[in-house]
C-alpha cells in the first residue's frame, strides 16, 4: 500500500504562513497628533487670557462692551487698590510715567493706552494721571472695567 505521491493533493494552509511578515503599512497615523493639538488649543485658550497684565487690581463692574481687538499688546497703565502706578508690569512713579510711556510708545505703532485702575482707589487719583497722559499727548485713552455692572436704566 504506497501512496502515489503525484496524485496526493497538498492541504492548503489557513492563516498567515510562518516565514512572511506583512507589508509595511505607508499611511500615517495623525489621529493621536490631533488629540494632543486640540487640548493644547484649549489650554492656549484659556490661558491667553491671563498673560496680558500681571498687575492684580479689582477692576470696577460697568455694563460698557468690550473694545474690539488690537494686534499689538496694549500700552496699560494699573493703579493697585494702594495707589501704586505699574506701566505694563513694572512699578514706577507718577514722575516716570510720561516719559517711559513716550520711549515706549516711540517703537509703535499706535499709541493707545488702557487705564487700569482698582475699583478702591479714589476717583482723584484716576482723573490725575488721566490728566497727566493726556498732557503727555496720549489722547487716546481706554478705561478698563469688568463686564456684568449695573446697566443704570439703559437698554
Same mark, same amino acid.
Given at each position: 500500500? =504506497?501512496?502515489?505521491?503525484?496524485?496526493?493533493? @497538498?492541504?492548503?494552509?489557513? +492563516?498567515?504562513?510562518?516565514?512572511?511578515?506583512?507589508?509595511?503599512?505607508?499611511? *500615517?497615523? *495623525?489621529?493621536?497628533?490631533?488629540?494632543? %493639538?486640540?487640548?493644547?488649543? /484649549?489650554?492656549? %485658550?484659556?490661558?491667553?487670557? !491671563?498673560?496680558?497684565?500681571?498687575?492684580?487690581?479689582?477692576?470696577?463692574?460697568?455694563?460698557?462692551?468690550? &473694545? @474690539?481687538?488690537?494686534?499689538?499688546? @496694549?500700552?496699560?497703565?494699573?493703579?493697585?487698590?494702594? +495707589?501704586? *502706578?505699574?506701566?505694563?508690569?513694572?512699578?514706577?512713579?507718577?514722575?516716570? !510715567?510720561?516719559?517711559?510711556?513716550?520711549? /515706549?510708545?516711540?517703537?509703535?505703532?499706535?499709541?493707545?493706552? $488702557?487705564?487700569?485702575?482698582?475699583?478702591?482707589? @479714589?476717583?482723584? /487719583?484716576?482723573?490725575?494721571?488721566?490728566?497727566? &497722559?493726556?498732557? =503727555?499727548? $496720549?489722547?487716546?485713552? #481706554?478705561?478698563?472695567?469688568?463686564?456684568? #455692572?449695573?446697566?443704570? +436704566? +439703559?437698554?
Amino acid at each position: 500500500m =504506497g501512496a502515489n505521491v503525484a496524485t496526493a493533493k @497538498p492541504r492548503a494552509r489557513r +492563516g498567515r504562513r510562518r516565514g512572511k511578515h506583512r507589508a509595511m503599512m505607508a499611511e *500615517i497615523n *495623525i489621529t493621536p497628533m490631533v488629540d494632543v %493639538m486640540l487640548v493644547l488649543l /484649549i489650554i492656549f %485658550m484659556v490661558a491667553a487670557p !491671563l498673560m496680558t497684565v500681571g498687575v492684580p487690581v479689582e477692576l470696577p463692574k460697568t455694563a460698557a462692551t468690550a &473694545l @474690539p481687538a488690537v494686534e499689538e499688546e @496694549p500700552l496699560t497703565v494699573s493703579i493697585t487698590a494702594e +495707589g501704586a *502706578i505699574t506701566l505694563m508690569k513694572t512699578e514706577i512713579t507718577a514722575d516716570e !510715567l510720561i516719559p517711559k510711556l513716550r520711549a /515706549i510708545a516711540a517703537e509703535r505703532s499706535d499709541n493707545k493706552v $488702557f487705564l487700569r485702575a482698582d475699583g478702591r482707589v @479714589p476717583y482723584e /487719583i484716576v482723573a490725575q494721571v488721566m490728566g497727566a &497722559l493726556n498732557s =503727555g499727548g $496720549f489722547n487716546n485713552i #481706554g478705561l478698563v472695567t469688568d463686564t456684568g #455692572g449695573p446697566d443704570m +436704566g +439703559g437698554q
